[in-house]
Structure formats: structure tokens, C-alpha cells
């Protein structure tokens, strides 16, 4: 049956959350709402004159209230999210936002070492990969109780992507989003290859991306930031019936598919596509740094994958180049199997349980997402906005990029999807994302073959459970 989008995100544990969009680690649904950025810290020190809503901050009788927020992403996020902290001091002149901003890797690096000494930034930002810092997360439900967080023109279909099993609210999502891949047109048409179909599979994919090459000498196709939910999470779930197959099980027990040999078609094309100059290898994929600098924007590459929220920044700075992006949907096994794509959160601001401030940090939370004006500046960078006025206040203004974004969220939210998947992820499985990586590497340079490293992975996985 044809689902709407409203109707896919009505059943609660079926959406997956994004950490980043575009990340190369996480969890199974790794947090993939935001982009890698180059690491850059700083403290805001200026007032921005835009006016928006009043808060329903606590105001401490005027007492000096210090909140720390940090977040990951590319430049262009840092300096919209910069912009709107100044906003919110401006008409909180009690609340200072001491601020610092990573790439993906750097975050949880720096994430870590905090969690250790219990020093977690009074705001932080979480994707699909929230359950190894649970025990630092303060849910929202007193605050929603309280009235200090305003859920009253977000569905609760919205507020059930960012809750645990038992229904604590965790965070608010930064916005909804999902994968695609974005791809240069006029390159494709210089190679004479056909533009991808809604319904395209893997081999259309390869095929493309090797006459690219041939035809143009450029990489077919860039980076896989999130090459484990592309060729594990959304591979598995492509084969068989819609909902057959997960990488784990619903209850998070064990794996959700038995056959280890259900991954070899992937390695085994992605290899190929690296050894014959169609992909890049590793140390190719170490000069992208951000999804502003990936091939396909630098006009390296034809194709790359994409968390729909970086799409519009992309699109923007290639045509400012007089070149033009399109969005793809994410290629099948089968032209007539499931599409592996759902709905997802991109991320979300969560209240740290190290804050001194709870009630000041929920509240700017609150802000940030109910907010129009400010909004207005984020303009659905981390995906589109889940509160209904917001969002209705975008429609009405998009630029071409974003257009894009909304229209190809609503195509997916019409795909066949399963009644449930997994919004949890492992303990231990970021160390299967990054051995299933140099796999692949392995398998290109001939260390190894598909079939041993599609056993590997699985066994790696299995191992999780045994412990």
C-alpha cells in the first residue's frame, strides 16, 4: 500500500534518525542530518538586530545565565547557527551562549572526553547514534510539562522521532530528512547517460558511473559518506519483501538477516568502481572534508550521496557556477523491490544532564525550533522544520534548492516502507562502520574478496550480541 507522508510518520518506531547527514560514522541509521565541516571554535562576542519571538526562558530575576552549545556540520551551518545565538541574546540579554563547532568526527571525539569528565555542553547535538550518550541526555518531558518547551504546533508524529522506546522525550528534531543522490546534469548528458528514474537499481548506478568516467574523466561518482546505511542498513532492507530484512532485528537481539553473502554485491561494485578510476579510494576520499568541497561540488565527480538537508547548500554554490544539481532517489537492488528509503530526523538539540542551567538550555531549544524569525535564518538547513507554522512560513519563500528538498521528502514519503525499523543502534557498532569501510578498500586493492568481507562484517556485527 501507497503511505503518505504524514501516514509513514504516524507509526512510531518506524523512522530512523539521521546523525549527520552524510557521515561516515554512527549508527545504523547513522546521525547523518549533518555534513562534515572543517573544525572551527569560537565564542560569540556581537548582537544581531533581527527581532523574533520572546521566550519563555527563565529569567533568573536578570541573574547571568552561561549556556555552552556545540554542533557539527559544514560552514554554512556554523554561521546561520551563529547568527541566530546572537539573535536569541539580544532578546535574552540574562543568557551569554558560549559556542564551538566541529566536523562529524572531531564532535564526538570532543563528545567523548566530555561525557568522561561530565562536563557535556549544556546544549548538544544528537543523531541516530543518541543511545551511547544517554546517560547525558536530560529528557524534555518536565519542560514540556512545564510549558517552558512549547510542543503545541509540532505533531506528535514529529515529536516521536526524537523519543526512546518508552516515550521520554529526548530532544527536539532539528528537522525531517532522508538520502539521495545528487547529481551534476549536464555531466551526465555530456556522457550520454540517462538520467536516473525514480526506480533505477545498483547496476544503473555502476553503469553511470563508469561512462562518466570514460567520457568526461571524472569520478563517476564522489565519497560515500555513509557507505555502511548504504550498502548494510539500506542494502539488506532492499532485498525481499518491503520489511523482510533489517541489518539487526526490530529488538536489537541479533541480526536481521542470515546469509552473509547478501552484502557481496555491494563491496563487490564499489570495489570495482575505485579500482577502475570511477570512485575514489581512500586516499582520494581524505581530501574531502566537508559536503562543500566533495567532488561533486568541486565539479570532480557526477554523483554523490546525500542527507537531503546538505542538498540545497550544494545545489546554490553549483549554480552559482552555472551548473545544475538534481536529486535522485537512492538506487534499488531491483527495479521493482523495495526502495530501502523512509523518513527520517536529521538530528536534534538534546539538554545536557551535566547543565546547571536545564530549564535556559531547554528553553532556547524551544526557541530554536518554534521561532520563526528565527528560522528565517536557518532556513531548513538541517532539514525541513517539524513545526507547522514554521514550515508553512518557508513554503512560501524557497529558493530552488529547497524546493527540491521538500519535493523529493514527499516522494519518498509516498514509497512503500515496513511497518517498523530500528531508531536504536548497538553498543559496539562503530567499530563494525569503520571495519566495514576499509573492507571495501581491502577488497579493491585485491587483500581480500567480497565474500570474505561481506562474512567479516557480518561476523563483526554477530559479535556484538555475544559479548
Known sequence: MKKKL?????????????????NDAGGQESSTGGDTGSTQQSETSSEASTSQESSTAPEADGEQV???????????????????????EK?????????????????FTKLKTLQASDQVWDIFQLGGNFPMYMDKICFMDEFIDSGIVDVS??????????QDIEGHQIGLSNGLNTYGIAYDVDMFNEAGVPLPTDNWTWDDYADAAMKIMEKTGHYGSSKFSDEFIAGCSTYIGQQGKVGEYGFFNLD????????????EG?????????????????????????IENDFLVTGEAGMTWVAVNQFPTIYDICKAEGR?????????????????AVIQSSQMLCVSQDSEHKEEAAAFISWFQNSVECNQVLQGERGIPVNNTVRDS???????????????????????????????????????????????????AGNMTAADAAQKTYDDAAAIFNK
Open 91 to 107: 532578546d535574552h540579554p540574562n543568557v551569554k551562549i558560549e559556542y564551538e563547532f566541529f566536523s562529524f568526527d572531531d564532535y
Open 66 to 88: 552561561t549556556l555552552r552549545m556545540a554542533w557539527w556540520g559544514s560552514q554554512t551551518r556554523h554561521d546561520i547557527t551563529v547568527e541566530v545565538i546572537e539573535m536569541y
Open 324 to 340: 545544475t544539481l538534481a536529486l535522485a532517489t537512492l538506487p534499488r537492488v531491483s527495479a521493482d523491490g523495495p526502495s530501502g
Open 394 to 444: 518557508l513554503k512560501a519563500n524557497l529558493t530552488e534548492g529547497q524546493q527540491i528538498m521538500y519535493d523529493f521528502v514527499d516522494l519518498i514519503g509516498t514509497f512503500d516502507v515496513p511497518e517498523k525499523v530500528n531508531v536504536l543502534s548497538p553498543d559496539g557498532q562503530d567499530q563494525v562502520v569503520d571495519k566495514y569501510r576499509n573492507y571495501i578498500q581491502d577488497v579493491a
Open 252 to 263: 536489537l537481539t541479533g541480526m536481521g538477516f542470515d546469509d552473509p553473502s547478501m552484502l
Open 6 to 22: 504524514i501516514s509513514i510518520l504516524m507509526t512510531a518506531g518506524m523512522i530512523l534518525s539521521l546523525a549527520a547527514c552524510g
Open 153 to 162: 504546533d509540532i505533531p506528535e508524529a514529529y515529536l516521536q522521532i526524537t
Open 266 to 290: 555491494y563491496i563487490q561494485m564499489r570495489a570495482d568502481l575505485i579500482n577502475a578510476g570511477a570512485s575514489p579510494d581512500a586516499g582520494a576520499e581524505m581530501e574531502i572534508t566537508n
